[in-house]
C-alpha cells in the first residue's frame, strides 16, 4: 500500500497561492488531487500519469498545476488565482493501474488530507 501524507495547506485571501505537496513511499501509475467541500461530494482536481500525461478539472484549469518530482517521490499541486470556492479539505491519490479519469474509482490508495480555505 502506498503511504501518502499532504501537507501545505491554510487559509488565504482570494487571488493567493498555495502549494499543496505530498511525499509518497512511492510512485504509482497514476498520482491525483482531490477535493471534498462540506456537503459536497469528491471531486477530482487533476491527475498525472508515469507517462507525464495530466488532466485537469474544468473549474482549475489554467490556475492550478500538478507536478511530480521523482528523485524526491514528492507530488505537488500549486493552485493559483485562489477562489472561495476553492475551500475544500485536498487529498492526495494514488491508482495503481490506470486512471482514464479523475474520478475516485480508479484510485486505490489515499492521504488524510490537508484543508485549504480561501476568503474573499
Known amino acids: 500500500q502506498v503511504r501518502l501524507v499532504e501537507s501545505g495547506g491554510g487559509s488565504v485571501q482570494a487571488g493567493g497561492s498555495l502549494r499543496l505537496s505530498c511525499p509518497v513511499s512511492e510512485f504509482s501509475y497514476c498520482m491525483g488531487w482531490f477535493r471534498q467541500a462540506p456537503g459536497k461530494e469528491r471531486e477530482g482536481v487533476a491527475s498525472?500519469?508515469?507517462?507525464?500525461?495530466?488532466r485537469y478539472a474544468d473549474s482549475v484549469k489554467g490556475r492550478f498545476t500538478i507536478s511530480r518530482d521523482n528523485a524526491k517521490n514528492t507530488l505537488y499541486l500549486q493552485m493559483n488565482s485562489l477562489k472561495p470556492e476553492d475551500t475544500a479539505m485536498y487529498y492526495c491519490?494514488?491508482?495503481?493501474?490506470?486512471?482514464?479519469?479523475?474520478?475516485?474509482?480508479?484510485?486505490?490508495?489515499w492521504g488524510q488530507g490537508t484543508q485549504v480555505t480561501v476568503s474573499s
Open positions: 491519490a494514488a491508482a495503481r493501474v490506470w486512471c482514464p479519469k479523475i474520478e475516485s474509482t480508479f484510485f486505490e490508495d
Open positions: 498525472i500519469e508515469s507517462s507525464g500525461h495530466i
